[in-house]
C-alpha cells in the first residue's frame, strides 16, 4: 500500500476531521518494476496503446477483496516489457500533466512479457488485495 493508500485507511477508521470520499471510480495500471511511493515505473501511453482500465471489486470479507469484473488491455502497439507488479489508481486515467493517486500496487507471480500485438487479460478473482 502506498503512503496515500495508508492514509485514506487512517483517516477513515480514525475520522481526524478529514471528510474522505471513496473514489467514484479504480483503476488498473501495469508496472515494469516493483512501485515504490514515489518511483513507479509504469508501462509508457506515448504510442503503445497501454491505458489504464477500470476495475470492480467485491465487497471486502476476512480482509481480502478481488476484482469482479473482467480486464482486458488494448493491443499492444509496441513492446510494453515484462509486468512485474500492478497498481490501483483512484479516479483519473493516465493522461498527460494529471496526477493520479496510486493507492495499492502488490507483484504478480507469474511475470508476463507484453510483446507487439498481445492482448493482457484478467477474469474476474484474479486479482486480489489483503490488508493484514
Keep these: 500500500m502506498t503512503t496515500i493508500g495508508c492514509n485514506y485507511m487512517i483517516n477513515f477508521v480514525f475520522g481526524n476531521g478529514f471528510d474522505i470520499k471513496t ?13 515504490a511511493d514515489d518511483d513507479p515505473v ?13 476495475i ?10 478481488t476484482n469482479t469484473n473482467t ?11 515484462v509486468i512485474t507488479s500492478i497498481g490501483v ?4 486515467k493516465q493522461t498527460e500533466g494529471a496526477e493520479a493517486e496510486l493507492i495499492f ?5 507469474n511475470k508476463k512479457s507484453v510483446d507487439v500485438n498481445s492482448v493482457l487479460s484478467f477474469a474476474p478473482g484474479n486479482i486480489n488485495f489483503k490488508l493484514i
Excluded at 24 to 29: H, P
Excluded at 47 to 54: A, M
Design 23 to 35: 473514489p467514484k471510480t479504480l483503476y488498473l495500471a501495469l508496472f515494469t518494476n516493483d512501485p
Design 56 to 65: 470492480q471489486f467485491s465487497t471486502s470479507q476476512a480482509g481480502k477483496t
Design 105 to 109: 500496487y502488490t507483484g504478480i507471480p
Design 71 to 81: 480486464i482486458t488491455f488494448p493491443v499492444a502497439k509496441k513492446n510494453w516489457g
Design 89 to 92: 489508481y483512484a479516479d483519473l
Design 42 to 54: 509504469e508501462v509508457s501511453s506515448a504510442g503503445t496503446g497501454y491505458e489504464r482500465q477500470e
